[in-house]
C-alpha cells in the first residue's frame, strides 16, 4: 500500500498502524481498497471488518476532501444587514420583493414540459429524494429519462451538469434517450443554441444485487460526484433488490427479515440524503406498487365490532350507549378501551399511542361505561392514504395500491409523485366506415365479437402525494395532472375535469 501517501499525503496513518502492515503484506493498493467489499477484504486479510470499514470511510473521506472540485464552490449567503431604527430617511423605502426568488440554494430541474413543471411546483428539487411512483407502464422510467436529459440544459431549465443512472433492472435505455434527443422541440432548441444534451453526459451503472448496490452507492458514487459535475441521481427501481434479497431468502422469520430490512432502508435513506444535501444534487429515484388488500384490523371490522358490542352492552346493562361517535380523537378522549370489548385478533394493534387510565376495581358502573372500543384513527390502514396516494378518494372505484418498501421508506423521501393509468376502451369498426377519434379499426375478421370493446389506449394522471416545497394536488384525480407518453417525451394533456370520472 505504498501509493496512499502518495495520493493522500495528509492521511493520518497512526491512527490506523495496528492494519497498516496486515495490508502491506497482502499488496494491497488504494485502488483495491476503494473497489473491494470490506467482506471479501476481511476474508483476503483476516482483519475484523468493523476496523476495515472505519479504515475505509477515513480514506473516502480523506479523498473526497483533496480532491478539487470541477465546479466553484458556491460563495456563502451575505449575512444580513443589522438592524438600524426606522428613520425619516429609511421608513418609507420598501423592501425588494423576494417571494418570487428560490430558497438559498434550492435549484430544479425540469421534466421538459411546462404544464407538468407548474403542477410540481417548478420541476424536481435539489437536495431532496423525490420518488415517482405507480404500477408497471405509468412511465416512472419516462420521467427518469427526460430529468437525465434536461439536467444538462442551462438554467432555468436544467443545471447545466451531467446525470448518474443507477438501473437495478435493466440497463440504459439509450435508444428511447436518442429518440427524445432527435425529436423533442425543447432539447433542439438547446442544441442550436450551442449547449446540447448527450448520451456522453450521461453516466450509467447496472446493479443486479443488493451487494453491488450498497458497494456502489457507499464507495463509487461519492467518488464520482467529487471528479465530475453531476446534479441528478437516478436509481430506477429502488425496491427491486430489496425485494428480490428480503422477500426470496429461506431460513429466516418473517419478523426478522422486516427487520433487517428497515435496517437497510434507513440506511440507504440517510446515505442518499447525505448524498443530496452535501453535493446539492437531485436524488430521483423509482418505486414499485403492490395491491392493497383489506386487513383484520380494517376501520371496517372494528366498525362492524363496535356495533355488536355496543348492542351487547345495551341488553346487560342500563346504560345508554351511543352507537355512532363524532369523531376518531374525541372518541379517544372519551372513552377507555376494555379486554372485554375488544376481540383477542384486534388487541395487539392499539388504537392510540396515548397511555390508558383504568379506573378502580370498586367503580365497576363507571368501568361499563367506558368499555366500547375507540376507533382505530392511528392505525396504518386509516392513514396510509395520505401518503401513498391510493385510497384518499372515498368514491374512488380503483383498486388500492401502496408503494413498495412499505412506512419505512415512505419516512426517508421528502417528495413523493403518484402515476395512475387508466384503460380507454373503443368499438372496433370496419374500414369502410368513416373513422373518428374513438373507432377501432377493425380489419374485417369474422371469428372474434365485433360487439366486444377494444383497448385503444391509457390513460395516465400525475400527483403530487407530499412535498417540501409544493402543496399536495388533493384528494383523487379531479386536480391531478393527465400526462401522455410521445415519441418526443412526457407531454401534459388539459381536458375539461368534469369529464374525468
Not at 169 to 187: C, D, F, K, P
Not at 193 to 208: F, K, R
Not at 384 to 401: E, H
Request: charged share 20%.
Amino acid at each position: 500500500m505504498t501509493d496512499l501517501l502518495h495520493i493522500l499525503p495528509s492521511f493520518p496513518l497512526s491512527a490506523f498502524a495496528a492494519l497498516l502492515p496486515t495490508i502491506e503484506r497482502h499488496a494491497l493498493t488504494t485502488t483495491d481498497l476503494l473497489t473491494t467489499h470490506p467482506a471479501d477484504l476481511a476474508k483476503r486479510t483476516q482483519l475484523p471488518i468493523i476496523d476495515l470499514r472505519r479504515f475505509l470511510a477515513a480514506i473516502q473521506a480523506s479523498l473526497t476532501d483533496d480532491l478539487p472540485s470541477s465546479r466553484p464552490l458556491a460563495p456563502p449567503p451575505p449575512p444580513p444587514p443589522p438592524f438600524t431604527p426606522s428613520s425619516p430617511s429609511t421608513k418609507d423605502k420598501q423592501p425588494e420583493p423576494s417571494a418570487s426568488l428560490p430558497p438559498s440554494g434550492q435549484q430544479f430541474i425540469s421534466t421538459l414540459d411546462d404544464g407538468l413543471d407548474a403542477a410540481l411546483g417548478g420541476g424536481i428539487p435539489t437536495g431532496h429524494i423525490t420518488e415517482f411512483t405507480g404500477e408497471s407502464g405509468v412511465g416512472k422510467t419516462q420521467f427518469l429519462l427526460s430529468l437525465s436529459l434536461a439536467v444538462q440544459l442551462p438554467p432555468p431549465r436544467g443545471l447545466g451538469k451531467q446525470a448518474l443512472y443507477i438501473s437495478t433492472e435493466s440497463g440504459l435505455a439509450t435508444r428511447r434517450l436518442a429518440q427524445m434527443l432527435n425529436g423533442n422541440a425543447i432539447l433542439r432548441e438547446a442544441s442550436a443554441a450551442g449547449t446540447p444534451a448527450s448520451l456522453d453526459a450521461i453516466h450509467s451503472a447496472v446493479t443486479p444485487d443488493l451487494e453491488s448496490q450498497d458497494h456502489i452507492l457507499e464507495y463509487q458514487v461519492p467518488v464520482l460526484l467529487s471528479r465530475h459535475d453531476i446534479g441528478l441521481m437516478i436509481i430506477d427501481s429502488v425496491a427491486a433488490n430489496y425485494r428480490a434479497e428480503f422477500e426470496r431468502q429461506q431460513g429466516f422469520s418473517h419478523g426478522s427479515n422486516m427487520a433487517a430490512r428497515s435496517a437497510e432502508l434507513i440506511k440507504l435513506g440517510a446515505l442518499l440524503r447525505d448524498l443530496a444535501r452535501r453535493h446539492n444534487i437531485a436524488v430521483v429515484v423509482a418505486n414499485q406498487v403492490a395491491d392493497r388488500f383489506a386487513s383484520s384490523s380494517t376501520p371496517s371490522s372494528i366498525h362492524h365490532h363496535y356495533h355488536r358490542s355496543a348492542a351487547i352492552s345495551r341488553n346487560t346493562t342500563n346504560t345508554t350507549v351511543h352507537s355512532h361517535l363524532e369523531s376518531p380523537l374525541a372518541s379517544r378522549s372519551n372513552m377507555t378501551p376494555s379486554s372485554s370489548a375488544i376481540p383477542p385478533h384486534l388487541s395487539t394493534t392499539p388504537t392510540s399511542s396515548m397511555p390508558f387510565s383504568f379506573p378502580d376495581d370498586n367503580d365497576h358502573h363507571h368501568q361499563q361505561e367506558q368499555q366500547q372500543p375507540s376507533l382505530p384513527a392511528l392505525a396504518l390502514d386509516h392513514q396510509q392514504r395520505w401518503f401513498t396516494g391510493w385510497g384518499d378518494d372515498p368514491r374512488s372505484l380503483t383498486s388500492l395500491k401502496t408503494p413498495s418498501l412499505g412506512l419505512v421508506w415512505s419516512t426517508q423521501i421528502s417528495c413523493r409523485v403518484a402515476l395512475y393509468k387508466r384503460p380507454v376502451y373503443g368499438r372496433p369498426t370496419r374500414i369502410a366506415a368513416p373513422l373518428s377519434a374513438d373507432d377501432v379499426v377493425y380489419d374485417g375478421d369474422d371469428d372474434g365479437d365485433v360487439r366486444a370493446p377494444t383497448l385503444k389506449t391509457w390513460r395516465r394522471w400525475m400527483k403530487v402525494v407530499f412535498a417540501p416545497h409544493v402543496a399536495a394536488s388533493g384528494q383523487g384525480i379531479e386536480n391531478a395532472t393527465e400526462y401522455e407518453v410521445t415519441m418526443t417525451g412526457l407531454r401534459s394533456v388539459k381536458r375539461d375535469k368534469a369529464k374525468v370520472k
